[in-house]
């Protein structure tokens, strides 16, 4: 019974609706991102968001050194290569950053097929989840590298991006 329970409960949260996007922070030596789909508007007058990252992440750490991030928005048109350099593998050892700008607050970010524009991040307060940190995220910046597309779904990207596995 328990575990018919656990199942209905993963079953669930895998309809949730959920945005992929790129993460981005740097300290001044050490530059990382990461694919996440925790970024979420929580008010419109100030712009702030918020995003909630395990705390083993490369990323995580850079955002609590430097307190300034960067989150990429995501389209469609990302294709998987972009997706297994910011989300498997480790900023730790590898450069991650090809085509990329630097952001008002001084955090890189990528400029390449399937983003569609950045929100540049100030941390204004955090708040420990145990294995996670929830930052809570003020806007400095706001930019636009593509005037359309649509924005990439984790549904989107388990249906149409992420690839099948052999059989």
Same mark, same amino acid.
Do not use: W
């Given at each position: 019974?328990?575990? %018919?329970?656990?199942?209905?409960?993963?079953?669930?949260?895998?309809?949730?609706?959920?945005?992929?996007?790129? %993460?981005?922070?740097?300290? /001044? /030596?050490?530059?990382?991102?990461?694919?996440?789909?925790? =970024?979420?508007?929580?008010?419109?007058?100030?712009?702030?968001?918020?995003?909630?990252?395990?705390?083993?992440?490369?990323?995580?750490?850079?955002?609590?050194?430097?307190?300034?991030?960067?989150?990429?928005? %995501?389209?469609?048109?990302?294709? =998987?290569?972009?997706?297994?350099? =910011?989300?498997?593998?480790?900023?730790?050892?590898?450069?991650? =950053?090809?085509?990329?700008?630097?952001?008002?607050?001084?955090?890189?970010?990528?400029?390449?097929? /399937?983003? %569609?524009?950045?929100?540049?991040? &100030?941390v204004q307060k955090s708040i420990d989840m145990g294995t996670?940190?929830?930052?809570?995220?003020?806007?400095?910046?706001?930019?636009?590298?593509?005037?359309?597309?649509?924005?990439?779904?984790?549904?989107?990207?388990?249906?149409?991006? &992420?690839? &099948?596995p052999q059989a």
């Amino acid at each position: 019974m328990q575990r %018919l329970q656990e199942e209905e409960k993963m079953n669930l949260l895998f309809k949730i609706s959920y945005g992929l996007y790129t %993460l981005c922070a740097g300290d /001044g /030596g050490k530059e990382s991102g990461c694919i996440i789909n925790t =970024f979420a508007q929580q008010t419109a007058t100030p712009e702030t968001f918020s995003v909630t990252l395990n705390k083993q992440n490369f990323t995580h750490e850079l955002i609590v050194r430097s307190g300034e991030c960067a989150v990429a928005v %995501l389209s469609q048109k990302t294709d =998987f290569d972009f997706i297994k350099r =910011f989300g498997m593998q480790s900023g730790r050892d590898t450069d991650k =950053f090809e085509e990329s700008v630097v952001a008002k607050n001084g955090v890189r970010v990528p400029k390449c097929k /399937g983003v %569609l524009g950045y929100f540049a991040l &100030k941390v204004q307060k955090s708040i420990d989840m145990g294995t996670h940190t929830m930052f809570v995220l003020e806007s400095v910046q706001t930019q636009n590298f593509a005037d359309d597309g649509d924005a990439l779904t984790y549904d989107y990207y388990q249906t149409f991006v &992420k690839p &099948k596995p052999q059989a």
